[in-house]
Nanobody, 111 residues
């Protein structure tokens, strides 16, 4: 199983980024996919989840209305569209499926 994130970077407050996570080595469409983040000095936090079947989504309260998780099963890819970014969104964002994790991608929101 491989899980590879991309799309992080430095962005000003109010800006946008789209993270991508390509996963392989398992039947992608059968599994829920999740984005987590870990800010400096803090624990890991579940940011968003998308189900395997209905595509229903769940978000942590702090990102509701700003972030959107989506998936493209044909491309084995899950996305996290992040709008209206705030400095407190600064963290390493990681993709998760079952027991497997990507290496993470750094998102820094700063002027």
């Amino acid at each position: 199983v491989q899980v590879v994130e991309s799309g992080g970077g430095l962005v000003q407050p109010g800006g946008s980024l789209r993270l991508s996570c390509v996963a392989s080595g398992f039947p992608f469409s059968n599994y829920d996919m999740r984005w987590y983040r870990q800010a400096p000095g803090k624990g890991r936090e579940l940011v968003a989840d998308i189900s395997s079947t209905s595509g229903s989504t769940v978000y942590v309260d702090s990102v509701k209305g700003r972030f959107t998780i989506s998936r493209d099963n044909a491309k084995n890819t899950v996305y996290l569209q992040m709008n209206s970014l705030k400095p407190e969104d600064t963290a390493v964002y990681s993709c998760n499926v079952q027991f497997y994790w990507g290496q993470g991608t750094q998102v820094t929101v700063s002027s």
